[in-house]
Each structure stands twice: as structure tokens, then as C-alpha cells.
């Protein structure tokens, strides 16, 4: 079964940078969706930035276009989010999750099938 084990988070001022990493195990599939989302306390998770082999498509959410990238190493099974910038809404548990399903709604949370453990972000003002 797909393993999925993120790394990164940390505690971070305001306006500071941010590198996670999501290394998946036991990969096989010939395509798929893999992205990050988030979940801070007492919200629902969300969907933070996706890639999808599907069709080359990638997504942001708009709270962080323009300071947060994804980036997948296909070789090491590996899926990067750079986070700059970051505010203190940004706090949260980040999730590694994903789908070998298609799915045109393709960072929505409820579509993925496989998550990490989640990497704690903190940002403080």
C-alpha cells in the first residue's frame, strides 16, 4: 500500500520560509494526483497546492498563489511545497495526500484515497 511520510514543518516567524517534503512508497501508479492540504484547528482541511499527471494541471489555493510551489522529484517519489512569505494563517497541520482516481475537482480532499501522518506548520506574528 502507498506510504506516505512528510517532513518540514517547523515553527516560523511571519514573513518567513518554509520547505516540506512528502516521500511516497510502494508508487506504482501510472498516473495520478498528489498535492498538499491543511487543516487548522477548527476548520475544515482544504486543498493547498496539487499537481496532477492526469493532465499536467496544477493547482492553488488562492490564499497562496504567488508565495507557495509545488514541485515533484518523480525519480525520489517526492513532492516538495515551498512556502514563502507565510503568515499567521497559514498555521496548520500540512497533509501529504493521493489519488489514482481522476478526478476534475482534482485537489478536493474528500477525492483523495491515500494521506501521511501531516507535518505541523506554525507561523507566529
Known amino acids: 500500500e502507498v506510504q506516505l511520510v512528510e517532513s518540514g514543518g517547523d515553527l516560523v516567524q511571519a514573513g518567513g520560509s518554509l520547505r516540506l517534503s512528502c516521500a511516497a512508497t510502494?508508487?506504482?501508479?501510472?498516473?495520478?494526483?498528489i498535492g498538499w492540504f491543511r487543516q487548522a484547528p477548527g476548520k475544515e482541511r482544504e486543498g493547498v497546492s496539487c499537481i496532477s499527471t492526469f493532465d499536467g494541471s496544477t493547482y492553488y489555493a488562492d490564499s497562496v498563489k504567488g508565495r507557495f510551489t509545488i514541485s515533484s522529484d518523480n525519480a525520489k517519489n517526492t513532492v516538495h511545497l515551498r512556502m514563502n512569505s507565510l503568515k499567521p494563517e497559514d498555521t496548520a497541520v500540512y497533509y501529504c495526500a493521493v489519488t489514482n482516481s481522476y478526478n476534475s475537482d482534482f485537489c478536493n480532499y474528500l477525492e483523495m484515497d491515500y494521506w501521511g501522518k501531516g507535518t505541523l506548520v506554525t507561523v507566529s506574528s
Open positions: 510502494v508508487f506504482t501508479f501510472d498516473d495520478y494526483t
